[in-house]
């Protein structure tokens, strides 16, 4: 289940951020993906350490916790996505797949002459459409 989806700038500002739960648990999923920038500027800026593909826009699993899933993947521009999931037999495969998506969605939202360029997402066509990829992907709650 994909409980939360962010986009965070390439200064770790907070850009989007959507929670697919019941509202309580959006400050703890704010601090899940806040918590989870220091793996990504970890990977990001010593690629040796984290794997042998340095030029990988996808960065696998961040920060696993007891009850959530953390991933990341960061595009060449530095901006990074995160997925917080509750799966937790969730396949790369899928998760690459999922970002690719989550990534064109964003291209598309960004490339509005109307956008300034750093400031937060506020269009609710990429919202719909975000909704419809984490549905489309049947790992929401639900709730």
Request: hydrophobic residues 40%.
């Amino acid at each position: 289940m994909i409980v939360c989806v962010a986009v965070v700038g390439h200064q770790n500002n907070l850009l989007y951020i959507q929670s697919f739960t019941k509202a309580d648990d959006a400050l703890k999923l704010h601090h899940i993906v806040h918590c989870s920038l220091d793996v990504v500027d970890e990977r990001v800026n010593n690629p040796k350490k984290s794997g042998p593909i340095i030029n990988e826009t996808f960065l696998g699993l961040l920060n696993p916790t007891e009850n959530y899933k953390v991933y990341g993947y960061v595009t060449n521009t530095k901006v990074k996505f995160i997925l917080v999931t509750t799966d937790l037999d969730v396949r790369d495969v899928d998760v690459r797949v999922f970002f690719g998506r989550f990534h064109s969605a964003y291209v598309d939202a960004v490339s509005n002459p109307f956008h300034i360029p750093g400031k937060r997402i506020t269009s609710t066509k990429f919202a719909e459409r975000l909704s419809t990829i984490v549905k489309s992907f049947g790992l929401t709650s639900g709730t």
